[in-house]
């Protein structure tokens, strides 16, 4: 199972950027696609982004479609995420997963997330 810890979460204005981070541990996180979920106030768990093992291939929900980037660094064990030109809709808990591609989570457990808000 891999096991992750989020960070790099903020208060950042409309318009605005942020770099994510989701640092993970053990063997299995080099065996598997990651991907980044998020979950607002009262909504469900919801998919923003998914890179394969390699990096080479990427998957975004339609909501975050050129806004964002997901990437990582496997010598690091490190996936990240870039986003740019935030929206008030994009507050929520942001969470990092091993998933079966494109974007289902391929464990059930999760980490403790890392908080972005978005202030308009």
């Known amino acids: 199972q891999a096991q992750v810890v989020e960070s790099g979460g903020g208060l950042v204005q409309a318009g605005g950027s942020l770099r994510l981070s989701c640092a993970g541990s053990g063997r299995t996180f080099t065996n598997y696609a990651m991907g980044w979920f998020r979950q607002a106030p009262g909504k469900e768990r919801a998919f923003v982004a998914a890179i394969n093992l390699s990096g080479s291939r990427t998957y975004y929900a339609d909501s975050v479609k050129g806004r964002f980037t997901i990437s990582r660094d496997n010598a690091k064990n490190t996936v990240y995420l870039q986003m740019n030109s935030l929206k008030p809709e994009d507050t929520a808990v942001y969470y990092c997963?091993?998933?079966?591609?494109?974007?289902?989570?391929?464990?059930?457990?999760w980490g403790q997330g890392t908080q972005v808000t978005v202030s308009s």
């Open positions: 997963s091993a998933i079966s591609w494109p974007n289902t989570p391929a464990f059930n457990a």
